[in-house]
């Protein structure tokens, strides 16, 4: 999403890239076609004197935004079920018992101790932070998808594409996912992004990972089987099992970090003012979601299993380079957004959101970056899943929506 250069971001590419990667591309098609809105019933005028009815354009953001919120609710469910809250752990689940449900069917979390001890080297509340940020995503996608036929719209249902397989640790549900968690490649430019005084993906430029090994080659952030999940005879925990942990704190900010440039890019292109209310309502969460997950990742222990290395952020040093002198790009308090060049350089600096424009930003932007990270990788033959084409359907409608005022 960072790299705003890169082709891939054209439109044309993007649609040859996702129908040669999707297995059943043709088919998915036709079935992203028929989530679309078309209803002329949708169109009428709100209750709270806005006199800009809800266009098909609005439709269509709210369509694809229900439909990303399903894909984040499916990866957080996992996250949940594996290092949510428990009673199996001290200090892993608060005062308040796990109430996470999915269609009023009880989410089990917690299920793999031995990770959820590894995820609590970067913060012991980590559970708790899992556990309510799957709960919120849940709330995303069933307010979006009541709202969508409140409209007149269609409720989006990707459920068919629930084909990929979870994580083997005992007691989790075997049941087909939308989303696989064992084969990412992890774009951390975010962290450089945030931390930059002078640079702005929507002004042209680009930014340094700040755990190379992430982005390389594909590693899981949840353990796949119960030994993944043990822990030593002594109680420590292993290299790789921390290295996973560690791999899901970072991942857990790149999800977060999409969404809070993605709800106030689409809203830029919103007509009526009630759902614009909507946008900005949601999208202010995904912020708050993405400041706690940068600040967890930041606590990352240094170490090393295997090809990933999680470097020492605070040594002053370049992990992408070996320069020194860059403590300001890597620091791990520096979570707050570095003022930065916004519109134009000549105006100054300003914290911001950033980036918020189509190119960076926009639904065929997060859903490059989601394709990109290797979420919707079928492991068995090693291509995206149908998924992928029905989302760039919905995703193209959604850039193609416009202001009527």
Do not use: C
């Amino acid at each position: 999403m960072e790299n705003p250069g890169n082709p891939r971001f054209k439109r044309s590419t993007n649609r040859r890239l996702f129908l040669r990667n999707s297995a059943v591309a043709a088919g998915a098609v036709s079935v992203g076609a028929a989530l679309l809105p078309h209803s002329a019933a949708a169109f009428g005028f709100d209750d709270d004197d806005d006199r800009v009815p809800v266009t098909r354009g609005d439709l269509a953001i709210l369509s694809f935004l229900s439909a990303l919120e399903q894909v984040e609710s499916d990866l957080w469910i996992q996250y949940a079920e594996l290092g949510g809250v428990t009673t199996s752990v001290p200090d892993a689940e608060g005062l308040e018992p796990n109430d996470l449900s999915l269609n009023g069917k009880p989410i089990k979390t917690g299920l793999a101790v031995g990770y959820v001890t590894a995820l609590q080297v970067l913060d012991t509340d980590m559970p708790q932070y899992i556990t309510d940020n799957t709960d919120d995503e849940i709330s995303h996608h069933q307010f979006l998808n009541n709202y969508l036929a409140s409209k007149g719209g269609r409720p989006i249902d990707l459920s068919q594409f629930a084909i990929l397989p979870p994580s083997q640790v005992s007691g989790v549900p075997q049941n087909g996912r939308l989303t696989n968690l064992k084969q990412l490649t992890i774009d951390t430019t975010w962290w450089t992004r945030y931390r930059s005084s002078t640079k702005n993906p929507d002004l042209g430029d680009s930014f340094e990972n700040a755990v190379p090994d992430l982005a390389k080659a594909p590693h899981t952030a949840i353990p796949l089987t119960d030994a993944d999940a043990a822990l030593n005879s002594d109680g420590s925990i292993p290299n790789h099992l921390q290295a996973i942990a560690n791999t899901a704190g970072f991942h857990f900010a790149f999800i977060e970090q999409g969404g809070t440039s993605l709800y106030p890019t689409l809203a830029q292109k919103v007509s009526n003012l009630q759902v614009l209310r909507v946008l900005l309502s949601i999208g202010g969460t995904e912020a708050m979601h993405f400041q706690t997950w940068h600040d967890k990742a930041g606590n990352a222990t240094n170490i090393t299993d295997g090809n990933l290395t999680f470097p020492d952020l605070n040594s002053g040093v370049d992990p992408n380079t070996g320069a020194t002198g860059v403590a300001d790009q890597f620091q791990t308090n520096l979570i707050m957004p570095e003022p930065t060049a916004f519109l134009h350089k000549s105006l100054g600096p300003v914290s911001i959101i950033r980036p918020t424009t189509d190119k960076n930003s926009g639904a065929q932007a997060a859903l490059q970056s989601f394709v990109d990270d290797g979420l919707f990788l079928d492991p068995s033959t090693n291509k995206n899943t149908g998924i992928v084409a029905v989302l760039m359907k919905l995703a193209e409608a959604a850039d193609d929506a416009r202001r009527t005022f």
